[in-house]
């Protein structure tokens, strides 16, 4: 179908009411940086889902990092989006300015470097992300254990897509479609929907960030609404099995465990935590359940769940801002709360 024709068929839907949702934070930046929203007809609702691996790290593992950077010997290492995220006892920024030692980095291997410069220094680095990130991760210990480092450990908060999907169905979340996460589907290959699919009756489809290959995603989900199938519109660079190299190399290092996703809960096997043996490099991981300390104000755990737009939290646009967040949503670029706000999303 010609890029006119896709344009008109989404312009003009009057069929059952749709509501799509995409799980990966490139993809709600890319929807509204491209205006998809407004060219879509009202009876066609795009949600975002727990895609922002900033957005659903849980206040505890927060917490953790603040008292490890709070800790004499010890310095955290992260990327700088985690910086400003509310844990329970304010962020890691706020951290630094009381004389914490965290330091932000571009690449995971920096910590590498400043672990064999600085070896009375216990390096902490916190390991945030999906199963795009996690082989980096595996590289990573690969290097640790090959230089043998003792003073870099890992407090990780790593997830994968397919679980929390699950979890989401299981628990009413009202979708008819999923705009597959593209670059988590690199890794994983674009098979491991189709479980999913077939059991809920629900087509994915794994698509690109440029504007025209998110409209034809959401026309293929629109006309098969109530199918279980799985369609790859990205297979420049996905394909069915994904990368073997980076599931073997996750493998390795990393096993399933439960995890805490900010706002949904602990999902049972969400998680990827060091194996047993490699326990010495951990720095605690295993047990962050405690989501107490989150701002019963903020609505983010709502707005994951595709139970609520960001525009509708009362805080959104008053004291919650991208200057002023008061959860993490508001926080990274890919968060929705971000993007709503900067892109004025509908």
Not at 104 to 130: C, N, Q, R, W
Not at 141 to 158: C, G, P, Y
Not at 234 to 242: A, R
Request: hydrophobic fraction near 40%.
């Amino acid at each position: 179908m010609t890029e006119d024709a896709v344009r008109e068929y989404l312009a003009r839907y009057d069929g059952p009411e749709l509501r799509l949702m995409e799980v990966c934070g490139s993809h709600t930046a890319a929807i509204a940086k491209n205006g998809i929203s407004d060219m879509l007809s009202p009876r066609i609702r795009l949600i975002s889902g727990p895609g922002c691996p900033v957005c659903v790290t849980p206040t505890a593992y927060i917490d953790r990092l603040i008292s490890l950077a709070e800790t004499p010997g010890c310095a955290v290492v992260t990327f700088g989006d985690l910086l400003r995220v509310p844990g329970g006892r304010g962020t890691l920024q706020e951290a630094s300015g009381r004389g914490g030692d965290v330091r932000m980095v571009y690449s995971p291997f920096d910590a590498l470097v400043m672990a064999e410069k600085e070896p009375s220094v216990t390096f902490i680095m916190a390991a945030v992300g999906f199963e795009t990130t996690t082989p980096l991760y595996a590289l990573m210990m690969e290097d640790i254990l090959e230089k043998k480092l003792t003073n870099l450990k890992l407090l990780t908060a790593l997830k994968t897509m397919p679980a929390v999907i699950e979890h989401l169905l299981e628990n009413g979340a009202a979708v008819d479609g999923f705009l597959a996460p593209g670059h988590v589907a690199v890794v994983t290959g674009s098979g491991i929907f189709r479980p999913l699919a077939e059991k809920w009756q629900m087509p994915f489809a794994v698509a690109g960030f440029d504007g025209m290959s998110l409209l034809r995603a959401i026309y293929v989900l629109a006309r098969a609404r109530g199918r279980g199938e799985v369609f790859n519109l990205y297979p420049q660079v996905v394909t069915e099995e994904g990368s073997t190299v980076a599931q073997a190399l996750t493998a390795r290092y990393f096993e399933p465990g439960p995890a805490l996703w900010r706002g949904l809960g602990v999902v049972p096997a969400s998680g990827r935590l060091l194996k047993a043996e490699l326990a010495a490099y951990d720095a605690g991981s295993d047990g962050l359940n405690d989501d107490s300390g989150t701002n019963e104000a903020c609505c983010c755990g709502s707005v994951l769940a595709g139970r609520m737009s960001p525009p509708d939290c009362p805080l959104f646009g008053r004291v919650c801002t991208p200057l002023t967040p008061q959860g993490a949503c508001m926080v990274s670029a890919e968060g929705s709360c971000h993007t709503y706000y900067s892109y004025h999303r509908r």
